[in-house]
């Protein structure tokens, strides 16, 4: 990021910005200016909010995700009860690793993974164990496999928790199929009389909303014995404005009860003002109405850099093409590295383009040797203009590095 | 909180809320119809920020505080690069104790204490340990003898910080002069080396703006040698909005930089819209305008509160009468108990009154057995107009309780 201010003519393929020419300036403008109306009508805008949240936005978000999840009866899982409001997502990710996780405790990931959750991980003392994933996502027979292995060496003991990036997958792109999240559920299940304790599924659906091709795929939370032992972590910030940063979880008790005191010492309850302006959008119809206006406006970005893709990549470097959010999964030749201490990150940054290492995204304990030929090319927080010339200095850069290694 | 919304008679001398009536609903519209003009102008409002917070916003608030203090040189303890924005003050304490303590570790607090912050050291397994405050504050002797105790003891090998809430004492009402808190940082020093590392003070000033009575007073980082010892953490939300949180701390290398890895784990950045408003509202001189609005309004709710005392109270009953912030600290003969199983708080709540007893405010391992006969009484939240007639409430309770005592 520092390189991105410090050099105008940088265009940075790395950053997980969302797409700032679309970003709600005028909606925005007119919902606090209604919300600020007159002091009556505004003062509980301005005051303190309660810790969980607010009532309205909590029910608000349990029935959008019951739409989203295609389930008609009020379901269990779905209680506004069990919202809970935050700073962004990754605050519940954070309240939530730290509620159930011990020093020394276990979390499976996705090998690879989003690297902010390692820092959150590796920051509590907690081991990060990688699970593979395949072109559809989790391996489940090597989750199997895993999990007999941590049950015979007794380490299943110290494992709380599996964590899933389950939606246009941060770095892969991957979204997983609900078959597939039942299938990990149940298997979770299976060996918690080993475990001695629950293991928690933690579906991350950040991007959840950013789809812009295919058929919407229900939660984990739809999944029959959900409703204890999956938490769910969604955001509006990045299908309304990163700015405006509003995030919630959904969480089972005794769990939710543990993370509302941690919120309590963090924060006593998230910015009341954000709150309330995530309150109109949704009632008033005008998220939605831009959410249609950001996947157009990401489905012609992502179009861009594939057709970018196509005509500046050299024919040995492949690539995942995402059905939403905000990422290309690329690979390389496997002689040819691209971390930041290689040479090809280095002619990156000196052709003035950023990309992120994939290396970055593996859990230390990682399932194979980590790969240093990956990385994550994101078509978010570029400009629309300056995405083909962003992938044209990157080809650029890829097309000598392969033929040196010729 | 769920008394007060569910019966709608009661009156809260409860709540650290701040003024309702006086929130800057007007300014605030005016402010982000301002910040979001155009659509140029108002991306950046709407993006994420950086960690470590809005560059102007910490350099505004370098500056205020340097004048605050009455610092005129460029002052090594109040440079920008310290300063860290964050979702009000609270999180600054979260974050600094969970980067220098560890489980078992020791922070000594004033008996009594912010309530809170006491929840934020159990949660993390620290022991809190009061240090007796006097009417100007803390008690520097007892300071000292526990200081040497846990020398002799090996205790003070855990020991790691002393909070204090420095300004209008959360829930006393004091504030603690320069001479005291300069004494009190001179003293951990001298136990450094028996610590074995570095012993912190860390100086909570979220009432600090909310003075209407007397000198202000500079804070520790004015204090020779605070620069490496002394971390500060204020905020902007009670003095302008409280549903728009920002916060601030300021903090010395190398824990500045633990602590913003600790804040990307939590959230990477405060809201960057809460982060703009502040930046207009002091920039344009509409915080400080506010402010003395402010200031006399709490200056008269605080004269109505102790009239009111004055008229209702029973002879038996005394009171702290503060220079600002919110709360009166008021004591009974010590034969009457007052907290929450005590007669006197279910007669109060049956009366429609509510305060917060004083027993929640210390430490379990208290200087003292700790008194059942305070309470923290609050002219924050309530009505102006309600005052008068809570106390009214309050005081006939009290004048029953010490007619039963007799």
């Given at each position: 990021m520092a390189l991105t201010l410090s050099r105008p003519d940088m265009i940075s393929l790395a950053a997980g910005f969302t797409d700032n020419e679309s970003l709600p300036v005028r909606e925005t403008r007119e919902i606090v200016r209604e919300l600020l109306s007159n002091p009556a009508k505004g003062r509980p805008t301005l005051q303190y909010g309660v810790t969980p949240g607010d009532e309205t936005l909590r029910l608000l978000t349990a029935e959008r995700l019951q739409r989203l999840d295609g389930v008609r009866k009020r379901s269990a899982a779905h209680d506004p009860r069990r919202v809970m409001i935050s700073g962004g997502s990754q605050q519940i990710l954070y309240m939530v690793t730290e509620a159930l996780c011990d020093e020394g405790d276990i979390v499976l990931v996705e090998?690879?993974?989003?690297?902010?959750?390692?820092?959150?991980?590796?920051?509590?003392?907690?081991?990060?164990?990688?699970?593979?994933?395949?072109?559809?996502?989790?391996?489940?027979?090597?989750?199997?496999?895993?999990?007999?292995?941590?049950?015979?060496?007794?380490?299943?003991?110290?494992?709380?928790?599996?964590?899933?990036?389950?939606?246009?997958?941060?770095?892969?792109?991957?979204?997983?199929?609900?078959?597939?999240?039942?299938?990990?559920?149940?298997?979770?299940?299976?060996?918690?009389?080993?475990?001695?304790?629950?293991?928690?599924?933690?579906?991350?659906?950040?991007?959840?909303?950013?789809?812009?091709?295919?058929?919407?795929?229900?939660?984990?939370l739809v999944v029959r014995g959900a409703g204890s032992r999956v938490i769910y972590a969604g955001t509006y910030s990045k299908p309304f404005a990163t700015g405006v940063r509003v995030g919630f979880g959904v969480m089972p008790e005794p769990l939710f009860s543990t993370v509302?005191?941690?919120?309590?010492?963090?924060?006593?309850?998230?910015?009341?003002?954000?709150?309330?302006?995530?309150?109109?959008?949704?009632?008033?119809?005008?998220?939605?109405?831009?959410?249609?206006?950001?996947?157009?406006?990401?489905?012609?970005?992502?179009?861009?850099?594939?057709?970018?893709?196509?005509?500046?990549?050299?024919?040995?470097?492949?690539?995942?093409?995402?059905?939403?959010?905000?990422?290309?999964?690329?690979?390389?030749?496997?002689?040819?590295?691209?971390?930041?201490?290689?040479?090809?990150?280095?002619?990156?940054?000196?052709?003035?383009?950023?990309?992120?290492?994939?290396?970055?995204?593996?859990?230390?304990?990682?399932?194979?040797?980590?790969?240093?030929?990956?990385?994550?090319?994101?078509?978010?927080?570029?400009?629309?203009?300056?995405?083909?010339e962003g992938v044209a200095r990157l080809g650029k850069v890829l097309r000598t590095a392969v033929r040196r290694a010729r």
């Open positions: 090998d690879p993974t989003y690297f902010v959750y390692l820092g959150i991980l590796q920051s509590h003392g907690l081991q990060a164990r990688g699970i593979q994933v395949d072109r559809d996502g989790l391996n489940l027979a090597h989750l199997e496999r895993t999990l007999e292995h941590m049950k015979r060496s007794g380490a299943i003991r110290r494992l709380k928790m599996l964590y899933l990036v389950s939606y246009f997958h941060n770095p892969t792109g991957l979204t997983m199929s609900l078959e597939k999240k039942a299938r990990a559920l149940a298997l979770l299940r299976r060996y918690e009389r080993a475990a001695g304790h629950p293991i928690y599924l933690l579906e991350d659906a950040a991007y959840r909303e950013l789809r812009f091709r295919g058929e919407e795929v229900p939660s984990a509302i005191r941690i919120k309590g010492n963090h924060d006593f309850g998230t910015a009341n003002l954000t709150q309330q302006i995530l309150v109109k959008a949704l009632g008033l119809g005008i998220y939605d109405a831009h959410l249609d206006r950001l996947r157009k406006r990401y489905a012609r970005k992502s179009a861009v850099m594939l057709r970018a893709f196509q005509q500046h990549m050299p024919p040995e470097v492949e690539w995942w093409t995402p059905d939403g959010g905000l990422y290309f999964w690329v690979r390389l030749p496997s002689g040819i590295p691209v971390g930041q201490p290689s040479r090809v990150f280095k002619d990156a940054v000196r052709a003035n383009v950023l990309y992120v290492p994939g290396e970055l995204c593996y859990a230390s304990q990682s399932s194979r040797r980590i790969p240093a030929n990956e990385m994550r090319v994101s078509f978010g927080g570029a400009r629309l203009a300056d995405i083909p």
